[in-house]
C-alpha cells in the first residue's frame, strides 16, 4: 500500500477487501 499515491481511506480499504476476496476464491477454485 504506497502511501504516495493520493487515495482516500475508504477506495484503499475496499481495494484491500476485494484482494482478500478474489485470493479466497482463487485459494477455493485451487482447493
Given at each position: 500500500m504506497p502511501?504516495?499515491?493520493?487515495?482516500?481511506p475508504?477506495?484503499?480499504s475496499s481495494e484491500?477487501?476485494?484482494r482478500a476476496v478474489r485470493a479466497r476464491f482463487q485459494t477455493m477454485?485451487?482447493?
Open positions: 502511501s504516495s499515491s493520493p487515495v482516500s475508504a477506495s484503499s484491500s477487501i476485494c477454485a485451487t482447493k
